[in-house]
């Protein structure tokens, strides 16, 4: 297979894989949102509880995410 054609195809896994991860991030903010609404709304906990807690699952969820090649 021609490099030009191979680079061709892994620029469009690239850009598949790009669009995948923009649109998983803006989940992500959409759900944080929400939940800084929620927090400000009923004032569940007080706001550092709320944000320690939102680090911890940030980092648990960035834990089992499975890498990308």
Known sequence: MPRKMKMKMDDAKMQECWKMHKKCMG???LVLGILVLANSYWN???????????????GILKLLMPMRK
């Open 27 to 29: 989940w992500k903010m």
């Open 44 to 58: 569940v906990v007080d706001w550092a509880t709320f944000i320690g807690g939102i680090l911890a699952i940030a």
